[in-house]
């Protein structure tokens, strides 16, 4: 089974510290100011200011649809040395990583499609050949709180 929940208490249990606290950031995002929550928070409500020690570790990806295709609009620097290469303006399908094209299309089809974040951990053999740890929690962004117009995500990735 691929190594990914929607479940973000399972994902509370596991995570490391640094990407629960980027959940919280997030989901705080999602309040409104009658106290209301809206499912996904939007990209002019994340201020980079404040996410200045996890921006090593982000990437924004730009969703089209009609055809579907995401873009990598901005890629940190933690996953540029894990991928060995910047992919900033290549879709997932140039600049993918993970187990498969298909594992990653999933990941942000759950996302894009379903407005569910995913918590995705796993073992990848980088470019570079060696074995990472890794885990990756993918949120939607949404100006209108229906149609996910942005994918914002958060990795951690350990050197073996």
């Known amino acids: 089974?691929?190594?990914?929940?929607?479940?973000?208490?399972?994902?509370?249990?596991?995570c490391r510290p640094a990407?629960?606290?980027?959940?919280?950031?997030?989901?705080?995002?999602?309040?409104?100011?009658d106290g209301s929550r809206r499912r996904m928070p939007a990209r002019a409500d994340i201020d980079p200011a404040e996410m200045v020690p996890w921006l090593p570790h982000i990437q924004l990806l730009d969703v089209f649809h009609n055809p579907r295709r995401?873009?990598?609009?901005?890629?940190?620097?933690?996953?540029?040395?894990?991928?060995?290469?910047?992919?900033?303006?290549?879709?997932?399908?140039?600049?993918?990583?993970?187990?498969?094209?298909?594992?990653?299309?999933?990941?942000?089809?759950?996302?894009?499609?379903?407005?569910?974040?995913?918590?995705d951990y796993a073992e990848h053999v980088s470019r570079s050949g060696f074995l990472h740890n890794q885990e990756c929690l993918l949120l939607p962004l949404s100006d209108d709180d229906d149609i996910v117009n942005m994918v914002i995500t958060f990795a951690q990735v350990d050197v073996d």
Not at 6 to 12: I, L, N
Not at 75 to 102: C, K, L, M, W
């Open 19 to 33: 990407t629960l606290a980027f959940y919280a950031y997030w989901d705080s995002k999602r309040l409104r100011p």
């Open 70 to 119: 995401l873009v990598y609009r901005l890629v940190g620097e933690t996953d540029v040395a894990f991928r060995g290469y910047n992919p900033t303006g290549q879709s997932i399908d140039e600049g993918h990583i993970g187990f498969s094209a298909s594992a990653t299309h999933r990941n942000y089809e759950l996302v894009v499609d379903h407005r569910l974040p995913v918590y």
């Open 1 to 14: 089974m691929y190594p990914r929940t929607t479940d973000m208490e399972e994902m509370k249990r596991r």
